[in-house]
């Protein structure tokens, strides 16, 4: 009886032991820097729901700048550099966001729709950046499957439109308005094996940056159906999921590609020339409150006021309480300054 007890209380213990919760991933050490402002929580309560911001730039007056961001269980609000709503649209399951300045439709602003698990939307609005309403234009195809991350480019007069289906297969669409309805043709399609999230292009030539959540980073050349991981999952830089994607240009071809690396709170900076590590940064707490779980991040260059001087990084907030998600904004001199870039 007693070996009986003995086994039987050996046997207990490694189950338990079995059951032990593994411990948290932390990558690489990552240098703080703190938000300069914050904006006014989404709508929906108690869920996870803000996700993505784009940022428009007003070069008249930088300081009248204005961001965009998702709530996906709602719709998209538009905001002040002091974070304060200036108004929000009901969008319905809109996840990922993107603006673009073109030369005959204003300031294009689109999202992906998940209204439809089966076959994905594009949602397209006109912004009017003088009273910061949006107003819809209309919904386009995104292609069969949940819509999911969503990036655009201006090349020239042309609006290219990229939806990242749930299931890794990215579409890219011409969106045109011939009728001042939103139209999309398709232009390519891209595969990648697992889920997706995050995407963003090199306004210089088109390179599409692709985000496999559990994977890496993935690089698509101009036109090319075909890609190749150039930042993987390693636990050092990136620790999964990998969300939001942005990124800078300086020159020919340098500048940086930030990612959202979601599983240990802080974000990657590689170098655009090469796609080397150059370093982490996180959010930290100090007037305002840190970051944490962070889905989609903007970043835009430039004169963004006296608050951001070298432009503004603007970073989702999985977890604001006691209030509901919302987006923190990051002066990208003080990133610079912080990694010493």
Known sequence: MRKAIATLALALATALAGCAATPPITGLPSVPVTAVAETEPVGTANADAADDPAVWHNAADPSASLVVGTDKKAGLYVYGLDGARKSFAEAGLVNNVALVETPDNGVIVAASNRDDPLHAAISVYRLDTASAQLTFLGKADGGPGEGYGFCMWQKGAETHAYSALKD?????????????????????????????????????????????????????????????????????????????????????????????????????????????????????????????????????????????PEGLFVAQDGHNAPNAQNFKLVSWQAIKESMGL
Do not use: H
Not at 187 to 208: A, F, H, N, S
């Open 168 to 308: 890794g297969t990215v579409i890219e669409y011409r969106l045109d308005f011939p009728q001042g309805a939103p139209v999309t043709t398709k232009l390519r399609e891209m595969k990648i094996p697992t889920q997706i999230e995050g995407c963003v292009v090199d306004p210089r030539d088109g390179t599409l940056y692709v985000g496999e959540e559990n994977v890496g980073i993935w690089r698509f050349a101009p036109g090319a159906t075909g890609g190749e991981i150039v930042a993987p999952v390693d636990n050092k830089y990136l620790v999964a999921d990998i969300e939001g994607l942005a990124l800078v240009t300086d020159g020919a071809n340098g500048g940086y590609l930030v990612a959202s690396s979601q599983g240990d709170n802080a974000y990657a900076v590689f170098s655009l020339r090469d796609v080397a590590p150059v370093g982490r940064f996180r959010v930290a707490a100090g007037a305002l409150g840190s970051t944490e779980e962070t889905d989609g991040i903007e970043l835009a260059a430039g004169d963004y006021g006296p608050n951001f």
